[in-house]
Nanobody, 121 residues
Framework: QVHLVESGGGSVQAGGSLRLSCTVSGYNRYVVGWFRQVPGKDREEVASINTPGRQVYADSVRGRFTISQEVSKKTVYLQMNSLKPEDTAMYYC?????????????????WGQGTQVTVSA
């Protein structure tokens, strides 16, 4: 049974940092993506990483956010620095066993419950 547990959201002032965590159980190899959604808007992919370590970033966060992992713990982190008010959103992690693929949002098999990130000006 696949299970994703997210943590690390919260409130911070602009310019601050937060780190999100996503622990995956049920897969030996996987790709994990972080997505975010603001009410009334489509969900946006922020970054992804697969078990071998391939990283992908959205242009809007490249250079500010870093995705990493501890494979032994099956935990993926999203370090968010230089946060801006426009980063405010519900952040979701998603996982899929097709670690070799570049997946779009609709193709991820399992999703976490989401964690809120709020950045004040």
């Amino acid at each position: 049974q696949v299970h994703l547990v997210e943590s690390g959201g919260g409130s911070v002032q602009a310019g601050g940092s937060l780190r999100l965590s996503c622990t995956v159980s049920g897969y030996n190899r996987y790709v994990v993506g972080w997505f975010r959604q603001v009410p009334g808007k489509d969900r946006e992919e922020v970054a992804s990483i697969n078990t071998p370590g391939r990283q992908v970033y959205a242009d809007s966060v490249r250079g500010r956010f870093t995705i990493s992992q501890e494979v032994s713990k099956k935990t993926v982190y999203l370090q968010m620095n230089s946060l801006k008010p426009e980063d405010t959103a519900m952040y979701y992690c998603a996982a899929d066993p097709r670690w070799y693929a570049l997946l779009s949002e609709k193709n991820y098999e399992h999703w976490g419950q989401g964690t809120q990130v709020t950045v004040s000006a």
